[in-house]
């Protein structure tokens, strides 16, 4: 089963770090684009951020430019978000997703990851 | 940046009626758009790319058209399991833009 599972949500200070995963299986990991997306409660999709399959390509949305940081291991079929510097307007849940195979809309989601900044 | 604004904001409408959709981008976008369902409290998921293409497992009452700037997703007769939010979302550049999002309701 092609399967994109997150991980590494939490509640973390203002000003705090956060690195989230996501752990793909069932397709070559390898081949594919990936993204983040976020949804703030009770709000509408925000994409943040995504990675070209050796990641020597990599965009942000403006809001996270300098603060947040894509990054993949083939090998380990995994992808990750490093968050810095947070602030309590990314809370939401994080959500990864595959970019469909030669074309480039988004086929597979992941279930999510909730972040909270709070003090 | 393109911009794409989704129109209504919500909607309700009866089991059986047609509902459509629409999706303007600030500029030009090609037809590298793609419109995602996501029902309360689950994930989205894909209905459609490529402005017109149903995904694969997606009912025939969906569907989608529009090219450049204007787009539109119609429910040929709304069912009660139709009831989410639907997102357009362009992906002519790197940057993946979604619009603002359309709920849709049962009257």
């Known amino acids: 089963e092609v399967q994109l599972v997150e991980s590494g949500g939490g509640l973390v200070q203002p000003g705090g770090s956060l690195r989230l995963s996501c752990a793909a299986s069932?397709?070559?990991?390898?081949?594919?684009?990936l993204s983040w997306v976020r949804q703030a409660p009770g709000k509408g999709l925000e994409w943040v951020a995504n990675m070209e399959q050796d990641g020597s390509e990599k965009y942000y949305v403006d809001s996270v430019k300098g603060r947040f940081t894509i990054s993949r291991d083939n090998a380990k079929n995994s992808l990750y978000l490093q968050m810095n510097s947070l602030r309590a307007e990314d809370t939401a849940v994080y959500y990864c997703?595959?970019?469909?195979?030669?074309?480039?809309?988004?086929?597979?989601w992941g279930h999510g990851t909730m972040v909270t900044v709070s003090s | 940046d393109i911009q794409m604004t989704q129109s209504p904001s919500s909607l309700s409408a009866s089991v059986g009626d047609r509902v459509i959709i629409t999706c303007r981008a600030s500029q030009g976008i090609s037809n590298y758009l793609a419109w995602h369902q996501q029902k309360p409290g689950k994930v989205p998921k894909l209905l459609i790319y490529a402005a017109s293409t149903l995904q694969s497992g997606v009912p025939s009452r969906f569907s989608g058209s529009g090219s450049g700037t204007d787009f539109t997703l119609t429910i040929s007769g709304l069912q009660p399991e139709d009831v989410a939010t639907y997102y357009c979302?362009?992906?002519?550049?790197?940057?993946?833009?979604f619009g603002q999002g359309t709920k849709v309701e049962i009257k």
């Open positions: 069932g397709f070559t990991f390898s081949s594919y684009w």
């Open positions: 979302q362009k992906y002519n550049s790197a940057l993946r833009t």
């Open positions: 997703a595959r970019h469909r195979d030669g074309e480039g809309a988004f086929d597979i």
